[in-house]
């Protein structure tokens, strides 16, 4: 009789192991299952920090719309010094940028301002058709355009705008003057610049 209790003992524990190890194979091919699919399904957020970028290739002087730019994840550690993390709509780019450019708060400035650290002064043209090869982000040396005085009166400064009076034409201004350009010249040097280009006739050299 114990012969018999022994033998079904042994049968009712194989029977258990091998119930056992098919529980586990079936929750360790779940388990796979899961971990395959877990990236497709749960997809991980982007990882970096959110930053502004031109979209496509800018031109200096582009005064940015949404298609112009946007917003992609860079890791911080090759993030620029003052990378913007949103859109900037009504903002001028101060100089080109290349399509992936991260922008940066130095380069874009607002269409009446420069940029940070720097004044706006306006300065009149001697010569009115040197004004039509200027835009916004234009880089210029601006110099005395007496006849007997050739210095440089400032140095890689920025224009912001070139304004014209209503009604004149942009091709050929009616005054024998060239129309007001306003240019961002670093803080310190914009009351020497605005000073000089009141007592004398002034032009600008392309950079």
């Known amino acids: 009789m114990q012969l018999f209790e022994d033998l079904f003992a042994r049968l009712n524990a194989l029977v258990s192991s091998r119930r056992t190890r098919k529980t586990l194979a079936a929750l360790l091919a779940l388990t796979a299952i899961a971990l395959a699919l877990g990236p497709v399904l749960f997809p991980p957020g982007p990882s970096g920090e959110p930053t502004l970028v031109a979209a496509r290739d800018l031109s200096a002087g582009t005064l940015l719309t949404p298609a112009d730019t946007k917003v992609i994840h860079i890791p911080v550690e090759l993030r620029p010094a003052g990378a913007l993390s949103g859109q900037r709509a009504e903002r001028m780019l101060a100089g080109a940028a290349r399509a992936g450019e991260p922008l940066t708060d130095v380069r874009l400035v607002s269409p009446a301002h420069g940029p940070p650290g720097t004044s706006t002064v306006p300065i009149r043209l001697a010569d009115p058709d040197v004004a039509e ?44 003057k060239g129309p007001l350009v306003l240019v961002a010249v670093p803080s310190e040097a914009a009351t020497p610049l605005a000073s000089a280009a009141l007592d004398q006739p002034v032009t600008v050299t392309l950079r």
């Not at 210029?140 to 034409?169: K, N």
């Open 133 to 176: 090869l200027l835009h916004p982000g234009t880089r210029v040396d601006v110099v005395a355009a007496d006849a007997h005085q050739h210095r440089q009166l400032a140095s890689a400064v920025t224009v912001v705008t070139v304004v014209t009076s209503a009604g004149e034409s942009k091709s050929r201004p009616s005054s024998a």
